[in-house]
């Protein structure tokens, strides 16, 4: 069983909800506190031991490929100014022996083809699907590494999921849990609430295997007119290929504004700026 060594981030949104801040800029830089989204995203890939960063961009998203590419000319600015700590930290905004490969989708179809858009990048080896927009704070390796431990354990793929109480639920992806303790039968896209099968959410991070690309191939638009994930999950899952991860730790989703700033909050608090 091949390990998990490459992640697809699908950055190729407008990002409606923060105009007309994200009119120029991807939504994904807007910062927290002093790092931009994306960057926590690829921070908890690499603990999770990926060194294949894979972006599905569209237009006006050159900025998030600037951001992980070498700045010789800022650094050489900063420790001529004796900022050597800023330039170390410009230095190193991703490890040596990490690769950053950038796909263009070229229109936005839904996410199951955004991850679609990554199948020549990724071939056949299994790989992790982190959405930016899903901030997660987690102690120890992460979100990600959790799920990448559990599928070297099963070989089969990973959710992330949630507790969500209430009429909320409807907004998420939901978990139709098999008879097995962490095996899933189904994933349904936005149920009403009435007609949840769970109170287990599915959020923003996936450890998929390459079998998925056929199934988002072969099926058609689901919800919003899209070709959706949850779809091509809910397949493999009713052939018994889908396990959940339950999260232990929090989930803000920045892709609101109130989300965002519930985590800017957080992260100030957490880290003594505040």
Known sequence: MP??????FPVAGFGTRFLPATKAMPKELLPIV???????????AIAAGIDTLIFVTGRNKRAIEDHFDSNPELEAALRAKGK????????SILPQGVECIFVRQPVQLGLGHAVLCA???????????????????????GVTADLVKAYEAAGQI????????????????????????GSVEGLVEKPHFE????????????VLTADIFETLRDQGP???GEIQLADAINT???????????????????????????????????????
């Open 195 to 206: 007609d949840a099968p769970s109170n287990l959410a599915s959020i923003g991070r996936y």
């Open 236 to 274: 493999q899952a009713a052939a018994g290929h889908v396990e959940a991860v339950t999260l232990r730790g929090q989930r803000f989703d920045c892709g609101s504004v109130k989300g965002y700033l519930d985590a800017i909050t957080h992260v100030a608090q957490r880290d003594g700026f505040v």
């Open 158 to 181: 990973q959710l992330s999921v949630m507790e969500v109480n209430g009429p909320d639920i409807s907004k998420y992806g939901v978990v139709q849990p098999a008879n097995r303790a």
């Open 84 to 91: 050597t700590e800023q330039a170390d930290m410009v230095h």
């Open 34 to 44: 002093d790092k931009p989204l994306i960057q926590y995203a690829v921070d908890e």
């Open 3 to 8: 390990p998990i060594r490459k992640a697809v």
């Open 119 to 141: 199948e020549r990048a990724v071939g056949n080896d299994p790989f992790a699907v982190l959405l930016a927009d899903d901030f997660l704070t987690y102690d120890g390796a």
């Open 222 to 224: 689901g919800a919003g």
